[in-house]
T-cell receptor, first 115, second 117 residues
Framework: DAGVIQSPRHEVTEMGQEVTLRCKPI?????LFWYRQTMMRGLELLIY????????DSGMPEDRFSAKMPNASFSTLKIQPSEPRDSAVYFC?????????????FGPGTRLTVT | AQSVAQPEDQVNVAEGNPLTVKCTYS??????LFWYVQYPNRGLQFLLK??????LVKGSYGFEAEFNKSQTSFHLKKPSALVSDSALYFC???????????????FGRGTSLIVHP
């Protein structure tokens, strides 16, 4: 298995532009998580899905952030409009279903820089 | 509610010496505990987990962790550190709770381990 795939790996954009981050989870995993990592705030859970349904989006910082999972093999995190304070590394992770003691499998991350 | 604390931002150790990265947690029920490692410019990788049973858990790359319920701790250890162990280490906890499990993990802030040659 190729693991969790994220694209792009790096994104540089100007303030006000729309940014779309993409994730392909591991096949067969029913849970998908989006995290944001910064030096100041550490690792923050933004939203997670179960069987393509958003379960908890309380970590999404503002309405500028939105996430979708149209099918079991694809998810997007969109920021519109982007701001410099959104600069961070964004990770997608997936996990098997059934019980809550499965570990998570993280993608390589997308490093977003908003100028 | 669940929480996890990693009291040290950075741990420095000489190669060949034993290392310990500390983690304490707070849960209302029984914990599921995890350690992850993050190498530069990479995602987090799972190292080991405690679910139930033996308090000493062995994981990848020679790491182990000891679950101590009375001290609510789950410290990560390795008998002999390697320079290649230098990375960011995260502890995470899930609270099984009284009425079932919370699927949302709580991660610590991370501890930077630096192993000097």
């Amino acid at each position: 298995d190729a693991g969790v795939i994220q694209s792009p790996r790096h994104e540089v954009t100007e303030m006000g532009q729309e940014v779309t981050l993409r994730c392909k989870p591991i096949s067969g995993h029913d849970y998908l998580f989006w995290y944001r990592q910064t030096m100041m705030r550490g690792l923050e859970l933004l939203i997670y899905f179960n069987n393509n349904v958003p379960i908890d989006d309380s970590g999404m910082p503002e309405d500028r952030f939105s996430a979708k999972m149209p099918n079991a093999s694809f998810s997007t995190l969109k920021i519109q409009p982007s701001e410099p304070r959104d600069s961070a590394v964004y990770f997608c992770a997936s996990s098997p279903a059934g019980v809550s003691f499965y570990e998570q499998y993280f993608g390589p991350g997308t490093r977003l820089t908003v100028t | 509610a669940q929480s996890v604390a990693q009291p040290e931002d950075q741990v420095n150790v000489a190669e060949g010496n034993p290392l310990t990265v500390k983690c304490t947690y707070s849960v209302s029920g029984n914990p599921y505990l995890f350690w992850y490692v993050q190498y530069p410019n990479r995602g987090l990788q799972f190292l080991l987990k405690y679910i139930t049973g033996d308090n000493l858990v062995k994981g990848s790359y020679g790491f182990e962790a000891e679950f101590n319920k009375s001290q609510t701790s789950f410290h990560l250890k390795k008998p002999s550190a390697l320079v290649s162990d230098s990375a960011l280490y995260f502890c995470a906890v899930r609270d099984k709770g009284a009425s079932g499990g919370s699927y949302i993990p709580t991660f610590g802030r991370g501890t930077s381990l630096i192993v000097h040659p």
